[in-house]
């Protein structure tokens, strides 16, 4: 099969067209893989790196049917995707990674949760509801989480007094323990469908503290050699429970006692990676198309001590989109950005992220503090 894959009629299908669909392009094009791309806009990330791109809703049964039937191998780059469609691919014979029983078992957070459980696997304790419950008996503060369509710090809400629960969706949700965390820690594991696996080193994350959103990930994570054995190990436990092909980015807690606990998965290029392109010797999206093609699986030693930074839109800002200071990043050593190609920006929205690389972290992650106050995602 690997003869066929490059410079050939073989068909590599994504659905989703936004940012991760536009990285995992910087693979296939380099390596001459005919790439199809269907997203509901022709303005999406992705447009101009793909063979042929389909418009069309990825939630839409007809048209994500209708696009896989026209590739050998389909993946995807956001879970909001039909997955009734993908099912009834693969029984036609269409390699599907990751598959459809393994979406079925992440994009519903309540169903993620209940895997944790029935595999033993170490999670913060949580319930289930149909709907929010504003008379609930749990102590405050706890955690809210949208079971369907949570993304990008959205579905995701602190629950500090009983007022907070006004105004939630009226559908399935999780009440979920606020955990006392030391840090939020990130292991990507990568597998192909030979069982080949390795994991990449365990990344600290640092959040913004309203938008509920990744603003640095640091690689290497600062905890010690035992903390990160045991992340990469706890990994590799999630990964092969799912049994999934592709990238899987398992998302922890480290707990003021030393316990690692499993906040949320993603079978797919993830935020927490994204450092890797200038960072590891094989990077993310790399390696998710040597997953999903069943290649050799590339190395995940990082050449150089790595902070990336998320670009997001100023708040106070919507519209034509301007990245105001970034010629006075690209003067700094180690620094590189990466532009997503959205041309309107609001409040929050990825616009791009920004990789530094040093000798050491701490210089990395100095450089890292110095690039946000640089450069901001306004408006014209």
């Given amino acids: 099969m690997e003869q066929t894959l490059f410079s050939s009629d073989f068909r590599l299908g994504i659905l989703g067209g936004g940012q991760l669909g536009k990285m995992m392009l910087y693979t296939t094009r380099k390596w001459d893989v005919q790439t199809y791309v269907m997203d509901m806009e022709d303005t999406a990330p992705a447009f101009e790196g793909c063979t042929v791109f389909f418009e069309g809703d990825i939630m839409d049964y007809e048209a994500v049917m209708e696009f896989g039937r026209q590739v050998d191998v389909l993946t995807i780059e956001i879970e909001n995707v039909n997955v009734q469609a993908l099912e009834d691919l693969e029984a036609e014979g269409v390699a599907v990674s990751p598959s459809a029983k393994v979406l079925n078992l992440i994009r519903n957070k309540a169903t993620q949760k209940t895997f944790y459980q029935e595999y033993q696997l170490p999670t913060a304790a949580f319930e289930i509801l149909e709907k929010p419950d504003p008379n609930t008996k749990r102590n405050f503060p706890f955690i809210w989480k949208s079971a369907e369509g949570g993304y990008d710090g959205k579905g995701v809400k602190v629950i500090r007094t009983a007022t907070d629960l ?49 603003e640095y990930v640091i690689c290497p994570a600062r905890i010690s050699n035992e903390v990160s054995e045991k992340a990469r190990d706890l990994a590799l436990k999630v990964s092969q429970a799912y049994d999934h092909v592709g990238l899987l980015a398992v998302e922890l807690f480290l707990t003021k006692n030393g316990e690692l606990l499993i906040n949320e998965v993603a079978p797919r290029p993830h935020n927490s990676g994204h450092y890797s392109i200038e960072g590891s010797v094989t990077d993310q999206f790399e390696q998710h198309i040597r997953c999903i093609l069943n290649l050799p699986l590339g190395s995940t030693d990082t050449v150089k001590p790595a902070v990336m930074v998320n670009l997001v839109g100023e708040e106070g800002y919507t519209g034509n989109v301007i990245y105001d200071g970034i010629e006075e990043i690209l003067a700094m050593p180690g620094v590189t950005p990466h532009i997503y190609g959205k041309k309107q920006t609001r409040p929050f929205r990825k616009m791009g992220h920004v990789t530094v690389v040093a000798d050491d972290i701490e210089t990395a992650r100095s450089l890292a503090e110095e690039v946000k106050r640089k450069i901001r995602v306004i408006s014209s």
Avoid: W
């Avoid at 469908?193 to 080193?201: A, D, L, Q, R, V």
């Fill in 166 to 214: 006004k105004d939630l969706p009226h559908e399935e949700c999780i009440y979920e323990d606020l955990v006392d965390f030391e840090m939020e820690l990130a292991v990507i594991v990568a597998r192909n469908s030979n069982g080949k696996i390795k994991t990449y080193p365990v990344v600290e994350m640092e959040f913004h503290p309203e938008a509920n959103q990744v």
